[in-house]
């Protein structure tokens, strides 16, 4: 499905576009900007390793980092998922949370070949239509026309935004050792070092 072209003028939110392959995909509403805290009022169910459903509070004590994944049954999201793992595995005060566009069924490939994966995941799919539409908002990971959402990793220091990546190709996860390696040196700084639409 080709993407529709808008006129641009000042006062107006510019689309954000991001690449499927040949496919212009345009993302919901904007990026979350550093520094803002998560407001958004969402309840998502649990897919694997938690009972709880993730909600704002979840979200808002410590180092979190987020992993929004589109479809978890493809080679990027379970290498996304596989890298943020290993590669935070020394930073035990950061917690992971994965949430995916998939029915927590989807899961199960990652438990089978990837059992060592300790980090929790929730689903977009079977919450609530208020739910789903607060958390892409909050993110800036939802897809106009889709029920898919976008590849991104967030970093959310008690409850405030620390750093933003959403990747402009969405065939591929985004480079989880440069975010890594932003929050490592403290430096998260802006959001802009990163490839954001």
């Not at 958390?135 to 991104?152: D, L, N, S």
């Amino acid at each position: 499905m080709p993407a529709v072209e808008r006129p641009f003028s000042p006062g107006t939110i510019k689309p954000r576009m991001v690449k499927l392959g040949d496919q212009l995909l345009e993302l919901e509403g904007a990026s979350p900007v550093v520094g803002a805290r998560l407001e958004a009022d969402f309840s998502l169910p649990a897919a694997r390793h938690s009972v709880d459903p993730l909600d704002r509070a979840a979200l808002s004590e410590g180092l979190v980092i987020v992993s929004t994944l589109p479809n978890i049954g493809k080679h990027a999201c379970i290498a996304q998922v596989v890298d943020l793992e290993h590669v935070t595995r020394p930073l035990a005060q950061w917690r992971i949370v994965h949430v995916s566009a998939d029915p927590a069924s989807y899961w199960s490939e990652v438990d089978t070949y990837h059992p060592d994966i300790e980090s929790a995941a929730w689903t977009l799919h079977g919450a609530s239509q208020e739910s789903r539409v607060a958390f892409c908002a909050a993110f800036g990971v939802g897809v106009v026309g889709h029920r898919r959402i976008a590849h991104g990793l967030f970093a959310i220091e008690d409850g405030l935004f620390a750093s933003v990546m959403i990747p402009r190709d969405q065939l591929s996860a985004p480079s989880v050792r440069q975010f890594v390696q932003a929050l490592r040196s403290g430096g998260c700084g802006e959001a802009s070092r990163f490839d954001r639409p």
